[in-house]
């Protein structure tokens, strides 16, 4: 029969096994001092956890201390500096105090043989402030100069980037030259005839791009040219795109460099699909080969 007051443990397995029994006093007063062992063991984990944490912010404060005082000598050093121009511009207004004095004890004395012209302080002061108006009206009027010069310059390059801007530039669709620029055999009557513009070989259909940003003045249809789009670049310059298939802008839009104008086709008197385009400036044709690069 088991004692009610006795703790039994039984160790090891079936074959080897040990029996302990303690005493239930002595088993309460085992269990009390493994829990404050716990207890203390785990207050201790906590403990260095929070030493470990306070290290970490000490390191963190000791750096930062470290860069205040290298802030503090860099303040010093300029502060050094600073005085250092305080006392050599010092030394200097001293310099200039005792050479006035001494020039006042000289005005004083009798000095033998001194003779000539003389101008009083105050209109000494009074040239030294009309030079410095002079110089200063100059350098005004300098700068007024300097000031219509930068703005003559801006008007002459805002002109310079209008007529840029006007100039027709590019091709106004990818192709090959079917036909240049100036005397030539029409294809219609076998006689020399002067071609206005360039014809532009390129398949139907691609789109036709205006090469100068500009109003169109004409989107219509004529019997020679068949559907054709004239643009009114400003600053004198015109370009004419003829022999479209269709026809993408009208009279009065204003169109950008590059904007579709229409489509390549062979309307009008024409042999073949192609583009015939002009150039004219102050209203006369001149070579497009010079704007297309």
Do not use: C
């Amino acid at each position: 029969m088991r004692d009610r007051n006795l703790f039994t443990f039984r160790l090891g397995y079936a074959e080897r096994s040990w029996e302990i029994r303690v005493g239930r006093t002595a088993g309460i007063a085992a269990a009390a001092v493994l829990g404050v062992l716990f207890v203390l063991l785990t207050h201790g984990i906590y403990d260095i956890r929070d030493n470990f944490s306070k290290l970490r912010e000490l390191r963190g404060l000791r750096e930062r201390v470290s860069e205040q005082n290298l802030a503090l000598y860099n303040l010093h050093a300029k502060f050094e500096g600073l005085m250092a121009e305080v006392e050599r511009l010092r030394s200097m207004d001293n310099r200039l105090k005792s050479l006035a004095k001494s020039n006042s004890a000289i005005r004083g004395g009798e000095i033998a043989g001194v003779g000539g012209s003389e101008t009083p302080e105050a209109a000494v002061a009074n040239r030294l402030d009309l030079l410095l108006d002079l110089k200063f009206d100059r350098m005004k009027k300098e700068l007024l100069v300097d000031v219509k010069d930068l703005d003559m310059l801006g008007e002459n390059l805002e002109s310079r980037r209008l007529l840029l801007e006007s100039m027709p530039r590019g091709w106004p669709v990818r192709g090959s030259l079917s036909s240049g620029f100036g005397i030539r055999t029409s294809p219609f009557t076998d006689t020399a005839v002067f071609h206005h513009g360039l014809d532009i070989v390129a398949r139907q259909g691609v789109p036709v791009l205006a090469t100068a940003s500009g109003t169109v003045v004409k989107s219509g249809f004529e019997a020679l040219v068949g559907n054709v789009v004239v643009l009114d670049h400003g600053t004198g310059y015109r370009s004419m795109y003829a022999h479209l298939s269709s026809r993408q802008v009208a009279e009065g839009d204003f169109v950008n460099r590059g904007e579709e104008l229409g489509k390549v086709g062979a309307t009008g008197r024409t042999t073949g699909p192609h583009l015939h385009y002009e150039v004219r400036v102050n209203g006369l044709p001149v070579n497009p080969t010079r704007f297309l690069n």
